[in-house]
């Protein structure tokens, strides 16, 4: 079975531009999370589609991050303008659904950014 | 707010012996937990999990202990192994909404396994 499939590996953007990221997630996993993981610091939600819908977006910057999942299964997620602070790791993750069952999230290997 | 907490950033243990992380949390809402293992440069891997019906669950050289009234888990790995070395952090699972589960994390714990 593979994984989950996240591009680019590495990036590194001056402060302001934009940048974009994406992610494939195990096939026929309807969950998809994106987290933001700061040096120091555990992974940090910042949006989690079921299909194509949102279902929690609460600690999403969105005056300037936004995500889509078109037809429930890719999903990008872009930053613009991008701030020195969003320098992180971002992973992206997706698990099965079973309804009122709790399924562990398998994560890819993330998008290391660096903001400059 | 953390919710899930792991005071201890870093723990060194020989090989052998038990190694053991804790983890604390706060949001009575999680009814289950999970531990995952990341080593540098690749995402987390899922480890164990462990259902807030149960105080324990076992898998190996790996088991994570349950104390609800504490707000406490712990994992316990017997023996540890150098191949263990790694960022182990805990995760609490909590209901976001239409049967859909929400993961939260600690800021981990950094494992070294002396040979």
């Known amino acids: 079975e593979a994984g989950v499939a996240q591009s680019p590996r590495y990036k590194i953007i001056e402060k302001r531009q934009s940048v974009a990221f994406w992610c494939n997630p195990i096939s026929g996993h309807a969950t998809l999370y994106w987290y933001q993981q700061i040096l120091g610091q555990g992974p940090k939600l910042l949006i989690q589609?079921?299909?194509?819908?949102?279902?929690?977006d609460s600690q999403l910057p969105k005056d300037r991050f936004s995500a889509e999942r078109l037809k429930g299964v890719d999903s990008t997620l872009k930053i613009q303008p991008a701030k020195l602070e969003d320098s992180a790791v971002y992973l992206c993750?997706?698990?099965?659904?079973?309804?009122?069952?709790?399924?562990?999230?398998?994560f890819g290997q993330g998008t290391r950014l660096t903001v400059v | 707010d953390q919710q899930v907490k792991q005071n201890s950033p870093s723990l060194s243990v020989q090989e052998g012996r038990i190694s053991i992380l804790n983890c604390d949390y706060t949001?009575?809402?999680?009814?289950?937990f999970l531990w995952y293992k990341k080593y540098p440069a690749e995402g987390p891997t899922f480890l164990i999990s462990i259902s807030s019906i149960k105080d324990k669950n076992e898998d190996g050289r790996f088991t994570v202990f349950l104390n609800k009234s504490a707000k406490h888990l712990s994992l316990h790995i017997v023996p540890s192994q150098p191949g263990d070395s790694a960022v182990y952090f805990c995760a609490a699972s909590a209901d976001s909404g239409a049967g859909s589960y929400q993961l939260t994390f600690g800021k981990g714990t950094k494992l070294s396994v002396i040979p």
């Open positions: 949001n009575s809402m999680f009814d289950y």
């Open positions: 589609f079921q299909n194509n819908g949102v279902v929690d």
């Open positions: 993750a997706s698990s099965k659904w079973q309804r009122d069952l709790p399924t562990e999230a398998f």
